[in-house]
Nanobody, 126 residues
Framework: QVQLVQSGGGLVQAGGSLRLSCAAS????????MSWYRQTPGKERERVALIENNGAINYADSVKGRFTVSWDNAKTTTYLQIHSLKPEDTAVYYCTADSILFREQGGGVKGAYDYWGQGTQVTVSS
């Protein structure tokens, strides 16, 4: 009933910009914290950004100044805006939500935890 659906990504030249989206789908009531990770083969998964429902934001040092994370007005979708892309930004990017409150088909309210999006490939050419 609940999914995280990612969009955006693709092939971009170095120096370009890109925006990734992550939408919680379903009868969503609230999302607590969403994070963005990236994964490159042979490297550890890296959390690049985190945004909390109260608006608190945190970035990895490696992306500060180039990545911007934000909510939509409903706080059920996050956006990761990436500027000044570098070849080393090439990775599969994933969004996650630590807890999601949603309404079931029967009308009850339920919590869902530790959801991941399907991932989206970002490739930066030099």
């Amino acid at each position: 009933q609940v999914q995280l659906v990612q969009s955006g990504g693709g092939l971009v030249q170095a120096g370009g910009s890109l925006r990734l989206s992550c939408a919680a789908s379903g009868s969503i009531l609230s999302v607590n914290t969403m994070s963005w990770y990236r994964q490159t083969p042979g490297k550890e998964r890296e959390r690049v950004a985190l945004i909390e429902n109260n608006g608190a934001i945190n970035y990895a040092d490696s992306v500060k100044g180039r990545f911007t994370v934000s909510w939509d007005n409903a706080k059920t979708t996050t956006y990761l805006q990436i500027h000044s892309l570098k070849p080393e930004d090439t990775a599969v990017y994933y969004c996650t939500a630590d807890s999601i409150l949603f309404r079931e088909q029967g009308g009850g309210v339920k919590g869902a935890y530790d959801y991941w999006g399907q991932g989206t490939q970002v490739t930066v050419s030099s």
